[in-house]
């Protein structure tokens, strides 16, 4: 498996999986007013296959906003197929860009994409506008049982829609020094509480050393450890009905937990993918990184000079009896309810990301983490041994790990607030070394102020 660029893509990698509107939703909500009615509802009618099949033989130009390196590759297969359609691809910026230049496109009726590349945590904040299209009629759901489960349940709604197709994924686990753990006498820690005893054997063994780091600027991550936590922080029902739950008890203990270890000094909170976190990866100040399936092969760009000393295991777990994790980081392809060719939209992003050779290209070109579950079994993908590993099927580790991510986990109709408001109190106290747990409860309160203000009823979880 190609080593993922440890140059400018290393960054996209990081504004991918944390990117997040920068609109209100306010702003939000009235982009749905212009992006038409084409697309067709959630109550549409299936499509024939006559119908279909008369589409993709129709010379049509279908426009493609992707953040994805590369993914012409992955196109030219899909057009290669279908010689009548062909596919404009525009990389319309990531992060905050990408999406604010949708939500511009959409609230102005017009230059909004066919298709498009959306985070999972990302796609209530467009279907709350009724701006995605739901692919249903277009034969999605018999895709299905082709794509991890958890997965499947992350573009789906709360009535069977299907609003993206999945592209790739992030299960989290935990990459160690090898050399440093032997030299402390440490075993990858199986439980958090072996985790944090080991943190502080560790750090008073070499103080120059910290057992992790959890950066107080990553709110993905800590989403991630809530979802493997088992909580519940947001459910909608409807457009306007949403329980707020940061501040319940399974994220007190999170809270507790990791800002328990931050006041001990015994791990580090500095903000990650900075020249200085990167530094500190190189220099073996950190004995591990709590990240995601996409990590392994970032890392192996961005510490070369620690090859060879670093392997992966699973997170610790809350309940070693019942193995969980979460999920940081992934994509899928969705369709715009502003389309004009919907039924060639809903081909392409069913091709793109189930098509054996196209979805395999993402794992060989763009060393993304696959969703579907025959490149998860692939004896090719599994059975990769990188040296930087130390011959370790890394893959396979996380691939285990994958099955093990509970399905359930939702997100808030307004990432982007939820996030700033994660950064200035919560991630504030881990950099601060104050109260974790009530930085909690005002995140709780400005989250449910925010949603109040944007027209929603906050129940009561």
Known sequence: MPRFNAGPSR?????????????????????CGGSGDSGGSSSAKPVGQADIDKAMKTPTELTFWTWVPDIKQEVALFEKKYPAIKVKVVNAGQGVAHYTKLRTALKAGK???DAVQIEYQAIPTFTITDSLLDLRPYGASELKDEFVDWTWGQVSGSDGEVW????????MGMLYRQDIFDDHGIEPPKTWDEFAAASRELHKANPKIYM???????????HGLLWQAGAKPYATSGKSDLSISVDDAVSKKLAAYWGGLAKEGVIGVEPDFTDA????????????????AWGPVFLAGSAK??????????????????PSSGNWGGSTTAVTRATKNPIAAAQFAQFLNSDPASAKLFTTKQSFFPATKALLADSAFAGDAPAFYGGQKVNQVFADVSDTVTPSFQWPPFLDQAVTDWTETVGKSLARKTD?????????????????SQGFTVKAP
Not at 11 to 31: C, D, E, I, V
Not at 212 to 222: D, I
Not at 306 to 314: L, N
């Open 212 to 222: 992790t780091n959890l950066a107080a600027n990553e709110a993905a991550a800590w």
């Open 305 to 322: 000079s620690t090859a060879g000393k670093w392997r992966a295991a699973p997170l610790p777990q809350w309940d070693a009896s019942a």
């Open 164 to 171: 993206a197709i999945p592209q790739d994924t992030g299960p």
């Open 436 to 452: 974790t747990v009530a930085a909690l409860d005002q995140w709780q309160k400005r989250l449910t102020t925010y949603a109040k």
């Open 111 to 113: 230059g909004a994409p």
């Open 11 to 31: 960054m996209s990698r990081r504004l991918f999986l944390t990117a997040a509107g920068a609109a209100s939703l306010s702003a939000a909500l009235s982009a």
């Open 277 to 292: 976190w990167f530094s500190a990866l190189n220099k073996g100040k950190y004995a591990t990184w709590i990240t995601a």
